[in-house]
C-alpha cells in the first residue's frame, strides 16, 4: 500500500494503493467494508472535513474523489 489513514470517528482505517485502489476497514475487528477503483494512477493525498464527515482523494490520475464518511462509509459522491 502507499497510504494509510485512520478515522477515529468513525473507527476506520484506509488504505491507498498504487494503482488508485482504495480499502475501507471497519476497527478494530479489520473486517473489510468496501473497496473502490475510482483512480487509476496512485492517491497521491487523503484529507478528512474537519467534522470527519467527508474524505477526500486525489491521484496522479490528475481525479478528485469526496466520499460522504457521515452517512456510510462506501458512498462516493464523485
Not at 487509476?40 to 493525498?45: A, L
Not at 474537519?50 to 462506501?74: M, V
Request: charged share 20%.
Amino acid at each position: 500500500f502507499n497510504r494509510c489513514y485512520s478515522i477515529a470517528r468513525f473507527r476506520l482505517l484506509i488504505l491507498t494503493f498504487d494503482d488508485g485502489l482504495l480499502h475501507i476497514y471497519q476497527l478494530p475487528s479489520m473486517q473489510q467494508l468496501r473497496h473502490y477503483q475510482k483512480h487509476w494512477k496512485p492517491i497521491s493525498s487523503l484529507v478528512t472535513s474537519h467534522e470527519q464527515k467527508y474524505l477526500l482523494t486525489s491521484s496522479t490520475d490528475h481525479r478528485i474523489n469526496i466520499w460522504n464518511l457521515g452517512e456510510s462509509p462506501s458512498r462516493s459522491l464523485s
